[in-house]
């Protein structure tokens, strides 16, 4: 199986097929595949630091 996208707990292989991901929630992507409160997340961080060295706190770390 070549998977090409996914969506929810939905994969797709190259040929459109539609699978219900079953090993999702066994690793990190219990929340869902592209969930869309965490892809606007990562969009808004990448826009502003995309990679940083563990040595490095970002402002978005910062805890008051």
């Known amino acids: 199986m070549v998977l ?5 707990v939905w ?3 190259v040929e459109g097929r ?7 929630a066994y690793s990190a992507v219990n929340q869902g595949h592209c969930h ?3 892809l606007r997340t990562l ?3 990448a826009a502003k630091v ?6 490095f706190a970002t402002s978005s770390c910062l805890c008051s």
Do not use: F, K, S, W
């Open 43 to 45: 969009h808004e961080q």
């Open 4 to 8: 090409d996208r996914a969506e929810g």
């Open 36 to 38: 869309p409160r965490i």
């Open 50 to 55: 995309t990679l940083t060295r563990v040595l």
């Open 11 to 13: 994969v797709y292989d």
């Open 18 to 24: 539609r699978y219900l991901d079953c090993l999702a």
